[in-house]
């Protein structure tokens, strides 16, 4: 069966440290990969998506980087976090196009202080 | 404007009321998919639909693709069913948007 994994689940950060949340995919081959950030009481925002290993598309420009070095791993990172990181991150995966399901991971609570 | 609207943002039922959450949408689909987000914050698929009806237990998701609209339909509601609804729609461009959610609380 296919199962994705996201961890951590809670991180608290200072300002100005890294940052690095992994992704990893189970029971597929080739996913399409993304990684989403929650605020409060906003809609889920599109960081990062991948179609392959190494191919990364950024939708919103922050100090935030993504990373595919292999199929099924997907890794969320920054040199160093700003207060306005803090959220609810959310990997997820699908197969192909169309009629295809969205898988979520657990998530990760982001707090920057 | 969104590509992806939800109506209402808060919605408030006594046990065993019928609810309704809707969902319209801008851009051009091939599926609609109704998620649920846990207090916890997992988010879990529900339906994925692109045409027609469909129904799972007391949950039924229909879909209008002429006017871009979908609905959401909970039967019998039940406390256990107070969650956040997101709508989301995936492009022919393969792209995924969302709506910001409906936060439903089904009283005992």
């Known amino acids: 069966s296919q199962t994705i994994h996201q961890w951590p689940a809670t991180l608290v950060q200072p300002v100005g440290s890294p940052l690095s949340l992994e992704c990893t995919v189970e029971?597929?081959?080739?996913?399409?990969l993304y990684w989403y950030r929650q605020a409060a009481g906003r809609g889920l925002q599109l960081l990062f998506y991948?179609?392959?290993?190494?191919?990364i598309s950024s939708e919103v420009p922050q100090n935030l980087s993504a990373s595919r070095p292999q199929d099924r791993q997907f890794i969320l990172s920054s040199k160093k976090l700003l207060l306005s990181d803090s959220g609810f991150y959310l990997c997820?995966?699908?197969?192909?196009?169309?009629?295809?399901?969205?898988?979520f991971g657990n998530g990760t609570r982001l707090t920057v202080t | 404007k969104n590509e992806v609207e939800q109506s209402p943002q808060n919605l408030t039922a006594q046990e065993g009321e019928f609810i309704t959450i809707n969902c319209s949408y801008s851009v051009g689909i091939s599926a609609l998919h109704w998620l649920q987000q846990h207090p916890g914050g997992g988010i879990v698929s529900l339906f994925m639909l692109s045409s027609g009806k469909k129904k799972h237990g007391r949950l039924i998701a229909t879909i209008n693709i002429q006017e871009k609209h979908s609905s959401l339909h909970i039967t019998a509601s039940h406390p256990r069913d107070s969650a956040v609804y997101i709508c989301a729609v995936r492009t022919t461009g393969n792209q995924f948007y969302f709506g910001t959610g409906t936060s439903l609380t089904v009283i005992p």
């Open positions: 991948s179609v392959g290993i190494g191919q």
């Open positions: 997820a995966w699908s197969q192909g196009q169309g009629l295809s399901p969205l898988h």
């Open positions: 029971g597929t081959s080739n996913p399409n």
